[in-house]
């Protein structure tokens, strides 16, 4: 495990890539780590990928890509639950992972009352939230296409992106599945406006474009 301990010194701020790391290795990585907040492990049948981003632009997209959907969805009154940075593993596909952000929302009625998932059993999140993941060497798109993620938000710094799996492959849309009234290049004119805005002026921004797009 050494390689992994090393990685959480402050002045390694990218991501490195382990081989041949077992289902069991991979497990004992997940608890020796749970509580390093700054860390985002990937796993792909025996490839480990472990980052750390940079937290302020990034934590700053991540949080304000996900407060847009909340936002519009509580004004549509579409009852969502956020997991946040929730680590999603499955024995049966040999792959895990942890979204910048997740959501349950057509499959919440799935998991009511539980605290804690199985996600060998129960569904993956209705939709996942990605920053400037481009250059991330475990490519995640089959990952979350193999547990079965409807659908996945994407911004690489310059454009908010939206995919839908379909047929076991994920496809650019227009719209979000999740929020028919929101394009992709609105959520990247509110993502980019939240960066200018005061927070109560951009929240009120939002509501009145639900309004009026009712």
Do not use: C
């Not at 304000?64 to 049966?92: C, H, M, P, W």
């Not at 349950?104 to 993956?124: A, C, M, R, V």
């Not at 659908?151 to 496809?171: H, I, Q, S």
């Amino acid at each position: 495990m050494t390689g992994i301990l090393e990685l959480t010194k402050p002045e390694l701020t990218k991501s490195e890539v382990l081989y041949g790391i077992s289902w069991e290795m991979y497990e004992e990585i997940l608890e020796e780590n749970w509580d390093k907040n700054s860390l985002r492990l990937t796993y792909d049948s025996g490839i480990l990928e472990v980052e750390m981003p940079n937290w302020l632009r990034h934590e700053e997209d991540s949080r304000n890509l996900a407060a847009l959907f909340e936002e519009i969805s509580v004004e549509l009154e579409i009852d969502f639950r956020r997991v946040g940075s929730t680590t999603y593993k499955k024995q049966g596909i040999h792959k895990g992972f942890e979204p910048d952000s997740g959501f349950y929302i057509q499959s919440i009625n799935l998991i009511e009352g539980k605290t804690d998932l199985d996600f060998e059993n129960d569904p993956p999140p209705d939709l996942t939230i990605e920053i400037n993941r481009t250059s991330s060497s475990v490519p995640r798109m089959p990952i979350f296409a193999a547990f079965g993620v409807p659908e996945v938000w994407r911004f690489d710094g310059t454009a908010v992106k939206f995919y839908v799996l379909e047929k076991g492959v994920y496809l650019e849309t227009k719209t979000s599945l999740a929020l028919p009234i929101l394009t992709s290049e609105k959520a990247t004119e509110f993502l980019n406006n939240s960066k200018m805005m005061k927070s109560t002026i951009r929240i009120k921004s939002i509501r009145d474009w639900v309004e009026t797009e009712r």
